[in-house]
T-cell receptor, first 111, second 113 residues
Framework: GENVEQHPSTLSVQEGDSAVIKCTYS??????FPWYKQELGKRPQLIID?????GEKKDQRIAVTLNKTAKHFSLHITETQPEDSAVYFC??????????FGGGTRVLVKP | DVKVTQSSRYLVKRTGEKVFLECVQD?????MFWYRQDPGLGLRLIYF???????EKGDIPEGYSVSREKKERFSLILESASTNQTSMYLC????????????FGSGTRLTVV
């Protein structure tokens, strides 16, 4: 089955700096890659996703890139703000709608 | 706005008890999922269902079972709770088709003592 690895597990950045989280996946048939943000005590929420026919997608301060050849994808957050502090999960989907998640990255934005 | 509701936010159960975790979604989603979330391990899939009365094992089904008698409701059952099942349990639902993300419930934090 699919295996998703996520790095780093924790990330501390200064407010205004950029944050990058990287994920690799194992199943070359995977074709959908969402990212979820989970604030403390809350449910994970979808923040951005990318499909395998697209190399990059941007939404305001967040962007995701996908390299299908290397089987990795990344989340980029620019101009970080304190409200970006959360745990971020990447995921990959191959068969049907079943998602396999990475281990999560705890992001701390220091004012 | 899709709502996925989990019946309990916190539960404390004793070892050996049979535990039911309930999840209801109100947007006619075909797919429903149960994950457990543990620090450093991310979200791991326990069971999922693509239709009423249908269930499939996920990556860590041991010690769990599920029931889906109605489209909107997906129940997770711990047949005989053990301390290593202490965790946060998250239910999610989605539409069928390529590239639909999940909507998660708020989670149930289960402690088995």
């Amino acid at each position: 089955g699919e295996n998703v690895e996520q790095h780093p597990s924790t990330l501390s950045v200064q407010e205004g700096d950029s944050a990058v989280i990287k994920c690799t996946y194992s199943d070359s048939a995977s074709n959908y890659f969402p990212w979820y943000k989970q604030e403390l005590g809350k449910r994970p929420q979808l923040i951005i996703d990318i499909r395998s026919n697209v190399g990059e997608k941007k939404d305001q301060r967040i962007a995701v890139t996908l390299n299908k050849t290397a089987k990795h994808f990344s989340l980029h957050i620019t101009e970080t703000q304190p409200e970006d502090s959360a745990v971020y999960f990447c995921a990959a989907s191959s068969a049907g709608n079943k998602l396999t998640f990475g281990g999560g990255t705890r992001v701390l934005v220091k004012p | 706005d899709v709502k996925v509701t989990q019946s309990s936010r916190y539960l404390v159960k004793r070892t050996g008890e049979k535990v039911f975790l309930e999840c209801v979604q109100d947007m006619d989603h075909e797919n429903m999922f149960w994950y457990r979330q543990d620090p450093g391990l991310g979200l791991r899939l326990i069971y999922f269902s693509y239709d009423v009365k249908m269930k499939e094992k996920g990556d860590i089904p041991e010690g769990y079972s599920v029931s889906r008698e109605k489209k909107e409701r997906f129940s997770l059952i711990l047949e005989s709770a053990s301390t290593n099942q202490t965790s946060m349990y998250l239910c999610a639902s989605s539409l069928t088709g390529e590239g639909y993300g999940y909507t998660f419930g708020s989670g149930t934090r289960l402690t088995v003592v």
